[in-house]
């Protein structure tokens, strides 16, 4: 017999087939597990669907809604344009989560004293379409954000002080 001629066994169709299907799941599982080491770069997705992603955990109680917080900041929008920083208004900025738009208030909630972070905001819980100038309408927010310091009680004893009638001054 020849080299040409030479009978070659049958090939096994179904242990090729369970070769391919054993490659399909080992990286099936390969994906599964980067995806979930991942997790932590995507952040926390909230019912409202506020993301947020702790780059740096802070320490403390978590900030409430009765705190005053200083704040150093960045907003942008989608496309990466900022529309609004800390340093433009000369270094980090006391806020109270009542006084900001609904996604930035929840966000801080969530947050704690030295803690960076980044939040993407949806455009309902933003300014939908009734934008302020430099905000296109119906825009999705990005924010980095530092929480320098936490005033815990601050802006509900300062709403408390406003509502109380000032004594005459003589």
């Known amino acids: 017999m020849s080299a040409s001629?030479?009978?070659?066994p049958p090939r096994h169709k179904a242990a090729l087939t369970q070769f391919w299907l054993a490659v399909v799941f080992l990286i099936a599982i390969g994906v599964g597990i980067a995806w979930l080491g991942a997790s932590p770069m995507r952040g926390e997705t909230t019912s409202s669907g506020l993301v947020l992603r702790t780059i740096v955990p802070g320490t403390g109680a978590q900030i409430t809604d009765a705190d005053a917080v200083l704040i150093d900041y960045?907003?942008?929008l989608a496309n990466g344009t900022v529309f609004d920083s800390s340093a433009a208004h000369g270094g980090p900025q006391a806020v109270a989560p009542a006084q900001t738009i609904p996604g930035f208030a929840e966000a801080l909630t969530k947050m704690r004293k030295g803690g960076r972070y980044h939040v993407k905001i949806?455009?309902?819980l933003a300014y939908g379409a009734a934008?302020?100038?430099?905000?296109p309408a119906n825009?999705?927010?990005e924010f980095d954000i530092h929480v320098v310091d936490v005033a815990p009680g601050a802006a509900a004893m300062a709403a408390q002080a406003q509502q109380q009638p000032?004594?005459?001054?003589?």
């Open 5 to 8: 001629t030479l009978a070659h």
């Open 166 to 170: 000032q004594a005459p001054q003589k």
């Open 74 to 76: 960045e907003g942008r």
């Open 131 to 135: 934008s302020p100038p430099g905000i």
């Open 139 to 141: 825009s999705d927010l």
């Open 122 to 124: 949806p455009s309902n």
